[in-house]
């Protein structure tokens, strides 16, 4: 995998107070923190004095926080190697190309329209996603080049964005913003938005595992005209203003894979990307998925690795567990685990923790297995042991 170029020392600025939880001038990677880093201004729920400072991407270790590995139960919650994501920061910068200055991606934004221009912005990173808000008060022309390795795309949610790539842009468009041909855009005074940038090595493995075949990455606003396309974009935009407002969320291997996944799924939401699967194809991955997840319920699979043994495209399976039940697949296989967990907690001669009984059904995150189990069931596990 790509690794970013470190700074130069003269480009970070010295920070305006010191913290155990902070490296300073620490060089960018890849493989440790994604491709975004900022002047950050540190969120109360830290629990650290707040204070200026320049952190880069690093591992979650080395920033002092390890949501994964650190939260109970944790320590068997992912594959070795996997360090978790960083806690999101909250940025407030005087100009919007000092993102330029500080990270790979090259910036070039001009201000259009008189007055003050403010830009804030919110981040957050994990192995192969960083996703990321910004909101800019003014009318800005928006240049410039993402970073080499990852592929990126923009969701606007407030405002509007007037061109992109010297064209028109609609509501529905999600946003492309190619390799090194740069992009090229207008937003609006209010304008904001979410980007979502993935490792293109692991995004193109996902994609070729699980039967999704994309065309190019040119720069370009793909407008969506499918009610599916549509319901993917909108997941997607949800699932990074929770991963970046909600300090609980958790962010997994898994958390990734699904992000990824809803982006596979817009880019070829056309006609010709659409399952045409015999019957009998999908009844055979159907059977052969639901083994798979009765067989690993305490360690959870993916569907990338669902999609490998059952030698089906996402879509083939997706539809077949839709004409079955209702669900997709991974809608199927939380719901099986989490009726597994309820089993145990009303079987009287259990006599573990409810931990032991979310761990056992591949549960690590408690907060988020808590969450879970409530919205589903209607009550909370304590109420239910």
């Given at each position: 995998?790509?690794?970013?170029?470190?700074?130069?020392?003269?480009?970070?600025?010295?920070?305006?107070?010191?913290?155990?939880?902070?490296?300073?001038?620490?060089?960018?990677?890849?493989?440790?923190?994604?491709?975004?880093?900022?002047?950050?201004?540190?969120?109360?729920?830290?629990?650290?004095?707040?204070?200026?400072?320049?952190?880069?991407?690093?591992?979650?270790?080395?920033?002092?926080?390890?949501?994964?590995?650190?939260?109970?139960?944790?320590?068997?919650?992912?594959?070795?190697?996997?360090?978790?994501?960083?806690?999101a920061m909250a940025l407030s910068l005087d100009h919007p190309n000092r993102i330029g200055e500080l990270t790979p991606w090259e910036i070039d934004f001009r201000q259009l329209d008189p007055g003050r221009l403010s830009t804030a912005i919110s981040v957050r990173s994990g192995q192969a996603v960083s996703a990321l808000n910004i909101a800019m008060n003014q009318r800005v022309h928006q240049r410039g080049v993402s970073p080499d390795g990852w592929k990126t795309f923009g969701i606007p949610t407030r405002g509007a964005i007037e061109k992109w790539q010297a064209k028109d842009v609609t509501d529905s468009a999600f946003l492309v913003f190619g390799d090194r041909d740069g992009f090229d855009g207008i937003t609006t005074a209010g304008f904001s938005g979410s980007v979502v940038s993935f490792a293109t090595e692991r995004l193109e493995k996902l994609a070729e595992t699980c039967g999704?075949?994309?065309?190019?990455?040119?720069?370009?606003?793909?407008?969506?005209?499918?009610?599916?396309?549509?319901?993917?974009?909108?997941?997607?935009?949800?699932?990074?203003?929770?991963?970046?407002?909600?300090?609980?969320?958790?962010?997994?291997?898994?958390?990734?894979?699904?992000?990824?996944?809803?982006?596979?799924?817009?880019?070829?939401?056309?006609?010709?990307?659409?399952?045409?699967?015999?019957?009998?194809?999908?009844?055979?991955?159907?059977?052969?998925?639901?083994?798979?997840?009765?067989?690993?319920?305490?360690?959870?699979?993916?569907?990338?690795?669902?999609?490998?043994?059952?030698?089906?495209?996402?879509?083939?399976?997706?539809?077949?567990?839709?004409?079955?039940?209702?669900l997709g697949p991974k809608a199927y296989y939380m719901r099986l685990r989490l009726n597994r967990v309820r089993e145990d907690l009303l079987n009287r001669s259990f006599d573990g923790s409810i931990a032991d009984a979310a761990n056992s059904h591949g549960f690590w995150h408690m907060g988020q297995f808590a969450k879970d189990y409530r919205l589903f069931f209607g009550e909370l596990p304590s109420d239910t042991k």
């Open positions: 995998m790509t690794v970013l170029p470190a700074l130069k020392a003269g480009n970070v600025p010295k920070a305006s107070g010191t913290s155990p939880h902070v490296r300073i001038g620490h060089p960018p990677s890849v493989a440790e923190g994604g491709p975004l880093s900022y002047r950050l201004k540190t969120p109360a729920s830290l629990d650290i004095p707040p204070i200026e400072f320049v952190t880069l991407p690093v591992n979650c270790q080395d920033l002092g926080v390890d949501h994964i590995k650190n939260s109970p139960n944790m320590q068997n919650a992912a594959p070795s190697g996997w360090g978790g994501a960083s806690p999704f075949y994309i065309e190019g990455n040119e720069p370009e606003a793909r407008k969506l005209g499918t009610n599916a396309g549509l319901a993917s974009m909108a997941r997607l935009q949800g699932a990074v203003v929770r991963l970046l407002n909600d300090a609980t969320a958790n962010w997994s291997q898994d958390t990734e894979e699904a992000l990824m996944l809803e982006a596979l799924k817009i880019l070829t939401d056309t006609d010709a990307h659409f399952d045409k699967s015999q019957a009998e194809t999908r009844r055979r991955a159907l059977s052969r998925a639901i083994d798979l997840m009765l067989a690993n319920l305490e360690d959870p699979i993916s569907i990338e690795e669902i999609c490998k043994e059952c030698a089906a495209s996402w879509r083939t399976l997706d539809r077949a567990f839709k004409e079955q039940f209702g």
